[in-house]
T-cell receptor
Framework: AQRVTQPEKLLSVFKGAPVELKCNYS??????LFWYVQYSRQRLQLLLR??SRESIKGFTADLNKGETSFHLKKPFAQEEDSAMYYCALRGSGNTPLVFGKGTRLSVIA | NAGVTQTPKFQVLKTGQSMTLQCAQDMNHEYMSWYRQDPGMGLRLIHY???????DQGEVPNGYNVSRSTTEDFPLRLLSAAPSQTSVYFC?????FGSGELFFGEGSRLTVL
């Protein structure tokens, strides 16, 4: 079974501080991992995916197969990063995306 | 190019009433899906479709029906609304089943009294 765990419902950090949003997954095969973001009054949208290995809005995420984790990191948080973040997994073959329960990030000025 | 359009944005129902949430996309996406978003529960998949005429159940399908007669439209029907179906519903689409990039609608907030 595919499962995504985001242990923190709410994460509050000060502006300029580092941010790490945790994501752990359970899947026996080789998954694809994604981070989605929902800003206030905006649509849920893809932030980044592990196969791209890119940095979006200063965020990066590395897939650690040994620890089955895909944590989202940013060295210096900005107020505009305040949003709801969802980690998602897609297993091999034709399987739908499975989302975690989400973490609300609040960046305090 | 409107992307994914959901209607209505807000709806209040009484227990036992039925209704249809509409979803349309203009990107010629093969894959469409419906999620519900509840506090503390994240996004849970209700139903999905990999193409016209093909639908399948997700994690929480009970109490909902879907059909896919065209590539563009994927309506979600509540047969007999219950308070437990109070939620925010999101329609999402992608180029294909294998694509991890879903394009979401703005959401439909449903309250069942």
């Amino acid at each position: 079974a595919q499962r995504v765990t985001q242990p923190e419902k709410l994460l509050s950090v000060f502006k300029g501080a580092p941010v790490e949003l945790k994501c752990n997954y359970s899947y026996s095969g080789s998954p694809e991992l994604f981070w989605y973001v929902q800003y206030s009054r905006q649509r849920l949208q893809l932030l980044l995916r592990h196969i791209s290995r890119e940095s979006i809005k200063g965020f990066t995420a590395d897939l650690n197969k040994g620890e089955t984790s895909f944590h989202l990191k940013k060295p210096f948080a900005q107020e505009e990063d305040s949003a709801m973040y969802y980690c998602a997994l897609r297993g091999s073959g034709n399987t739908p995306l499975v989302f975690g329960k989400g973490t609300r990030l609040s960046v305090i000025a | 190019n409107a992307g994914v359009t959901q209607t209505p944005k807000f709806q209040v129902l009484k227990t036992g009433q039925s209704m249809t949430l509409q979803c349309a996309q203009d990107m010629n996406h093969e894959y469409m899906s419906w999620y519900r978003q509840d506090p503390g529960m994240g996004l849970r998949l209700i139903h999905y479709s990999v193409g016209a005429g093909i639908t399948d159940q997700g994690e929480v399908p009970n109490g909902y029906n879907v059909s896919r007669s065209t590539t563009e439209d994927f309506p979600l029907r509540l047969l007999s609304a219950a308070p437990s179906q109070t939620s925010v519903y999101f329609c999402a689409s992608s180029y294909g089943f294998g694509s991890g990039e879903l394009f979401f609608g703005e959401g439909s907030r449903l309250t069942v009294l």
